[in-house]
């Protein structure tokens, strides 16, 4: 679930603000190290706690019950519905760039219809069952991955490129510090993902062993290909020629950067694969999501619709089909950039409430059972929640109004909350 959209729109967004590849590399370091932090912190919760539900069950532990909810209602709204939504709109964008369909005219909304069809289609298997998702899961994610890969070797061993595009542009003391935290912001979306494992350990063997191998080593290979991709798409576009893409066109960056390297027939070949290999990531939100609002709903915080269990599959398929369909609503409520903003600074202000429980549990509950602790600690989890404050100040600062949004979003839980656990108890 990692690598989807983020790796090939979050370079074209944020050269356009800071000019410099350096820079620009800098930040996607910066952020794996980030999504590091938060893995190894996140481990230590998931083995204590493996169960279904994710950072709803760290936080009812941790705080009780109203954070714990706010996180649920998060995660619904934006940690999984917005992000497929995203997801989708750029499957369906790379699907129908090599036609010539997206014109100005249509531009906004043919790919939200085409996304939507695409979410309703990825649903299908991930109804019927663990064998079937898992099977489109991992072929889909198997194309991906091969993909975005032999762009890397291909495109530095016969691509038309240069080395001298990393060099030079505007110097990191140039620029304004909010700026650059905004911008670390298109990285970090990029590496959502990195906590997802957590959210199936109540289904999976070995938790203690299984966990944070899938967390780190995930979040470290991811981090290898990220730096990869950025560095290939660097060699193919001047900085000048990526901070012309005009603001509409700049979600299909990476489609710019590959027929620079090798034209216009490979280019619309990458493009299609794209489109068909990012259904892997839908498919990984479809699986993950609706886990946490299966454990809500079990707990009386979430209609009990979504509580319901499949007796063939085993599966919560209401809370799949929820899902899916706040997504739609979603993909057609504004533009993708606006959507984007929306995202990454909702999940920025969760992800800090459930990395800073690792402190409140060691407090609280010392003696819970911890077969993972993390290392590095208390360094590890208090370096990711001071930069993601810095990044939270920054997105108020330069994107005040998706920001509010995003904040309205969670603060909108308050009153639902009081109001569902009222009627929950009459």
Partial sequence: SMVGSGILVSPGYA???????????????????????????????????????????????AYGALP????????????????????????????????????????????????????????????????????????????????????VVAGFAVGRGHLGHLAGGKPLTSLEPSVVLTQLFWVMIAYTGWNAASYLAGEVREPSRTLPRSLLLGTGLVTLLYLALNL???????????????????????????????????????????????????????ATGPRIYFAMARDGLFPSAAGVVSPRSGLPVNAILAQSICAIVILFSGTFEHIFQYTAVGLSLFSMLFIAAVFVLRWRRPEMDRPFRTPGYPVVPALYLLVTLLMIWAGFREWPWQSAISLGSIVAGVPIYFVWTRLHRA
């Avoid at 910066?30 to 590091?36: M, Q, R, S």
């Fill in 15 to 61: 050269i356009r603000a800071l000019e410099s590849y350096p820079t620009l590399l800098m930040l996607w370091g910066i952020g794996g190290v980030l999504a590091l932090c938060g893995a190894l912190s996140v481990a230590e919760l998931a083995t204590a706690m493996p169960k279904a539900g994710g950072e709803y069950v760290y936080l009812r532990e």
């Fill in 68 to 151: 714990a909810f706010l996180a649920g209602w998060t995660s619904f709204l934006i940690g999984f519905s917005a992000p497929l939504a995203v997801n989708a709109h750029l499957a369906a964008t790379y699907l129908l760039s090599p036609s010539g369909l997206l014109t100005k005219e249509n531009g906004a909304w043919l790919p939200s219809s085409v996304g939507a069809c695409l979410i309703l289609a990825m649903t299908v298997p991930n109804l019927l069952g663990h064998r079937q998702a898992s099977w489109v899961q991992g072929l889909t994610t198997l194309v991906k991955l091969g993909l975005l890969g032999g762009i």
């Fill in 232 to 286: 290939v798409f660097a060699y193919a576009l001047p900085v000048a020629d990526a901070t012309a893409i005009e603001l509409e066109e700049v979600d299909r960056y990476a489609i710019f950067a590959v027929e620079r390297l090798f034209g216009t027939g490979i280019s619309h070949l990458f493009s299609i694969s794209v489109g068909v290999a990012l259904l892997a990531t839908l498919s990984a939100y479809l």
